[in-house]
């Protein structure tokens, strides 16, 4: 590790941006949780790493268009998922709020390329993209139980794609390690961040939450019950050997388990 990344950790932070959500049926999260049938608020997040070479964004988040007419982009399955969105909650006001705007993004990390994740990318075509190869070509031409919740319309701009073939250490110097996690989709890839205090492990959906992953019980949104096994496998040693905390994006109790930018952050 170079002097100017070890003297950098102390610079890091992560700013969690909330972007709305959207009700969802517990189904989603679990087809045989006892709540299915009832809508519950699942939650949009996308997260600014500040880094001295750059700041990354880990995902884009969902189109704003989602909030006025979500049909346009989302057609019968705007039905399924009801967003709720205010006109703060998408990328651009959301990084204004952190005195950034979108062309403070040098780099960005896309844990997968679903409508609430990768909405954000018409922002972003000056910034690189990081996406596993198996990701970008099963979201262009996804199987029929998943084709409504890829928007081609998120991914069809001059966007500079870095397509990756599994591991990734985005700046050299282990600080933003990125890791392959399959299971919710063919290419998920999620975000370990070596901060001052503790390393952060960003899920993006390789779990949708934490308790559902430790019993090892499979949301309905799944590329693979196998690679989910697998995944969660790697994300708990990851966990255990690194001792870092897990983050996934649609966590429920985010309002007391996530430090909300712009008034709190990981650091
Ligand atoms: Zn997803």
Excluded at 193 to 221: I, N, Q, T, W
Aim: hydrophobic share 40%.
């Amino acid at each position: 590790m170079t002097d100017l990344a070890y003297g950098s950790i102390g610079e890091m932070r992560i700013y969690p941006l909330y972007c709305g959500g959207d009700m969802t049926d517990w189904a989603v999260f679990d087809p045989f949780d006892p709540r299915a049938g009832q809508k519950v608020f699942n939650p949009y997040f996308v997260y600014v790493i500040t880094h001295p070479e750059g700041n990354v964004l880990f995902d884009s988040g969902a189109h704003p268009t989602l909030r006025t007419d979500p049909h346009s982009r989302l057609g019968a399955t705007a039905d399924s998922f009801q967003v709720v969105m205010t006109e703060e909650d998408w990328l651009v006001p959301r990084l204004a709020s952190i005195g950034m705007s979108t062309s403070d993004i040098s780099h960005v990390v896309q844990s997968h390329l679903h409508f609430d994740h990768a909405g954000g990318l018409e922002w972003l075509t000056h910034a690189k993209v990081y996406v596993q190869r198996d990701e970008l070509a099963f979201a262009r031409n996804p199987p029929r139980y998943q084709r409504e919740i890829f928007v081609q319309k998120d991914l069809n701009h001059p966007i500079d794609w870095i397509e990756l073939d599994g591991e990734f250490d985005l700046f050299g110097d282990g600080l933003l390690r990125i890791f392959p996690t399959p299971g919710h989709t063919k290419g998920h890839q999620s975000l370990l961040v070596h901060l001052r205090s503790r390393p952060v492990f960003l899920l993006g959906d390789a779990a949708y939450l934490v308790s559902k992953m430790r019993e090892r019980l499979v949301p309905a949104v799944a590329w693979s019950p196998d690679a989910f096994m697998s995944t969660w496998d790697l994300v708990e040693e990851i966990e255990r050997s690194q001792n870092a905390l897990l983050v996934a994006t649609h966590e429920l109790d985010y309002e007391t388990s996530v430090p909300m930018a712009p008034a709190r952050w990981y650091a």
